[in-house]
Each structure stands twice: as C-alpha cells, then as structure tokens.
C-alpha cells in the first residue's frame, strides 16, 4: 500500500529534494505550478535514480493523458522492472477528475494498492490540476495516497541566488539591485530567465552586469511594458506611451488585456500615492500588493510622486468605464479608445 508523507505547499518541495539526496523517493507523486524548470529538474533527477541508463525503455514510461485509461495506467505500473529495483512512470496532463466512475474506481483500487517497485508522477503541465470535492473518494484516495508538489515562484533571497548562480557560470558578476532590475523587467520564472541570462552574458562587456546590459538586449514581459507605459503617463509623455502601446499591439496583445493590466498597475499607484500622503513606508505598500520585492514598491513610490491623488483617482476610475463599455457595447475600438485614454490621462498629469 502506497504512504504518503504528510508535507504541503514548500514544504513539499523541501521534502521532495530531501528525498532525492537521501535516494528514499516514494511512490505517488503530482506535480504540478508554473515553475517548469525546476519541474523538469526534479523529474531528470529522479530518472536519473530510478532508471539505469540503457534500459530506460523498460523502465521509464512517459504517457499522455488524453484518452488514457485506469487500465492501461494499472497495466504500465505492473509492469516489472528489468535490471533495476523500481520502475518510473510520468503521465502528463490526465484530468483525473473528468473519468467516468468506473475508470474513476479503478483509479482509485491501483493508489490503494501500489506496488512498491513502482514510481509514478502525475505532471500537470499545459492542463491546470483542478482537485474536485464532488468525488470524495477519488479526492480522498489523491489525499491520502499521492503527495503533491507545488513547484512555485522561488523565493527572493533563492532567485536572486540563482541569478547570481548563473552569471557566475558565465563568466559574470551581478549585484542584488541589478538582479532585482532583471526578475522586474524579465518575470520570475527560471525558463524564462535562462535565455535572457544567456543574451545578456554575450552582450555584456564588463565582467560586472549592469542595469544597462539588461535593458539594452533582454526582452521584457508583458506586466513590464506595461508598466513602462503607465509610467509614461504619470510623467505626461503621451509620446511615449503610444510607443509602447504601439509595440504591444503589433504583438497581438489584446487591447481588453491590456486594459486590465494597466488598470491594476494605476491601482498600484493610487496605492502608493496614498502611501505617500500618509507617511506609509515601501513595506506597507509591498503587503497591500503582496510584493516579494521592495524593488517594484520603490519604483511605484517613485511614480507616485509625479502624480496627485486625484489624479490618480480619476484614471482608475475611467479605466474601469472604459473596461464595461469594451466588454459591453459591439464595435467598440479597444485600441482607438486605449490610445485616447492615454492622451487625456498623459494631458492630466501635465497640469
């Protein structure tokens, strides 16, 4: 019968990685998060302990989950493993949930009854792990028998380790400020870090990286761009803000999107600007928003001092018109209407 340890949330990472160096890995894992790549870390890694190598194809089996069934699942489990003590098995995006009962019940007899030598990881990917109260045994069996792993965001202080990690390997040197510059301007997730990372090393000419290196050839998210244009509009450089709308536009970004982006960042910046006028500090703006970082509290402060308060309480009100007015009246021009509102609001910010 299959035992669980009972860890959740980080701690189940934590435990996960204990278990890995300590070679005690159990049998029912689910994976799930958008941290992909420390995802498929965890997953090469145990592979690489459960399978020797040259008989990964009696040992290590990769399924798919559209269309599987608990039978074919129950028979590749069975399996034997071959020159090795336990056998690895990845199914990747099975909406557990959505099998009719009898799959369901068969499901549920293979986790009450899993063989030992068997490892098996259910891996959320493209599809989102959504657990389902309505079936209580099923969710009781997952519970009880499978110990699911968030992979998550790290934290600050280990993404900035990280970072620093890799410019190191490269040949380069990174400073905190400079590398909270980057997760601001490149996003938080490892798998889109590496490549940035990558560029910036190669273009870089200093061993010690700088904002400069970063801004000049990293490609920065969507949240950053927008915030670039709102920033645009609090110094009432209209100009700019059609460019950087502009450019989003040309990538196909939807003008609705880009709204409710740009309406949270102007609640953002209310928030700082009342921040200011109360004699509240970067840290209690972090816990409004629930910031990792006191970088971004920092560059909304600095924002917020371009603007007044009714300034502020005017935008976010006329994006939330222009959000209903988008989502209710056909033949609106989303885009027109955007590029409009940034002229009034930059034009307000100038008086």
């Not at 400079?178 to 996003?187: D, I, K, P, R």
């Amino acid at each position: 019968m299959a035992v669980k340890k009972k860890t959740g949330g980080n701690a189940a990472y934590k435990q996960l990685k204990a278990d890995l160096a300590a070679g005690t890995l159990g049998p029912l894992y689910l994976f799930q998060g958008e941290e992909s790549y420390l995802r498929e870390y965890c997953l090469t890694e145990m592979r690489k302990q459960l399978v020797p190598a040259g008989f990964e194809a009696f040992n290590y089996h990769k399924l798919e989950g559209k269309g599987l069934t608990a039978q074919a699942l129950t028979d590749t489990v069975e399996a034997m493993p071959m020159m090795a003590e336990r056998t690895m098995v990845q199914v990747v995006d099975w909406d557990v949930y959505k099998l009719p009962e009898e799959q369901r019940s068969g499901l549920i007899s293979l986790l009450e009854d899993f063989p030992s030598y068997c490892c098996l990881v259910l891996v959320y990917d493209q599809l989102p792990y959504k657990p389902n109260r309505t079936y209580k045994k099923l969710y009781a069996a997952l519970d009880k028998h499978v110990q699911q792993v968030d992979f998550e965001e790290q934290s600050q202080s280990e993404i900035l380790k990280w970072v620093a990690r890799r410019f190191r390997a490269a040949g380069h040197s990174i400073d905190a400020p400079t590398a909270e510059h980057l997760l601001f301007t490149c996003g938080r997730l490892m798998n889109g870090l590496i490549p940035e990372i990558g560029k910036i090393a190669a273009y870089a000419r200093d061993e010690r990286i700088t904002r400069a290196d970063i801004d000049a050839v990293a490609a920065p998210v969507l949240e950053a761009q927008v915030f670039d244009m709102t920033k645009a509009v609090a110094k009432g450089s209209f100009d700019r803000a059609a460019e950087v709308l502009g450019s989003l536009l040309q990538l196909q970004e939807e003008p609705f999107m880009l709204l409710a982006l740009m309406g949270r960042e102007l609640r953002m910046l209310y928030t700082a600007r009342i921040a200011l006028d109360e004699g509240r500090d970067q840290f209690w703006l972090m816990e409004q928003w629930n910031m990792r970082s006191n970088y971004q509290a920092g560059l909304l402060l600095e924002n917020a001092r371009r603007v007044t308060r009714p300034w502020c309480a005017d935008a976010v009100r006329r994006c939330c018109e222009l959000d209903v007015r988008m989502k209710s009246v056909s033949g609106v021009d989303g885009a027109g209407e955007l590029k409009l509102l940034l002229m009034e609001l930059a034009q307000g910010a100038r008086r």
